[in-house]
């Protein structure tokens, strides 16, 4: 079975060291009866494991992968990129605006960027320092990566 590529509502609560916080939090959301919640999926830690330096290429295999999970969101459709790291919301830690999120993208290889930009946040100064502030090891944290459908807003504020 491939874990480098999960649907949302394939998550279970099993998987929150591979999916991060934010999806494992997306998938307990949409299992709450009435709960709605925008599909998408993760690119999990597991993806990500040998790739290399932050601003290596996705492998073939995991391209295909995602690019197989964004055409079941339809291939156009404008899709949130967002991080979901292992250490996000902690006990005393947010990670609230540490790493990049991508709003509004579309096209394969603009979700293909997007995730990559959002996999190199990560390593980012500002992500490392707050780390650094909190005293959570560089080797301690973890990034996946959501990708959501985006919906109209009917309303904000």
């Not at 934010?22 to 009866?33: H, Y």
């Not at 998408?40 to 290596?56: E, K, L, M, N």
């Not at 996999?119 to 959501?148: C, E, K």
Request: glycine share 8%.
């Amino acid at each position: 079975m491939d874990r480098t590529v999960l649907d949302l509502d394939a998550i279970t609560p099993a998987d929150l060291p591979r999916v991060g916080g934010k999806a494992a939090g997306l998938a307990a959301l949409a299992r709450v009866d009435g709960a709605r919640v925008p599909p998408g999926f993760v690119v999990t830690t597991d993806a990500f494991r040998d790739v290399g330096p932050p601003d290596a290429p996705l492998p073939d295999d995991l391209v295909h992968a995602i690019s197989a999970a964004l055409a079941r969101l339809g291939d156009d459709a404008p899709v949130a990129v967002r991080s979901s790291a292992t250490a996000e919301d902690l006990p005393g830690t947010s990670f609230a605006g540490q790493h990049d999120s991508f709003l509004g993208v579309v096209g394969r290889d603009a979700v293909l960027d997007a995730i990559r930009r959002v996999r190199a946040s990560l390593y980012s100064d500002r992500a490392r320092a707050y780390r650094d502030r909190h005293l959570i090891p560089d080797d301690a944290v973890a990034m996946a990566v959501v990708v959501q459908r985006m919906v109209p807003a009917r309303a904000a504020g």
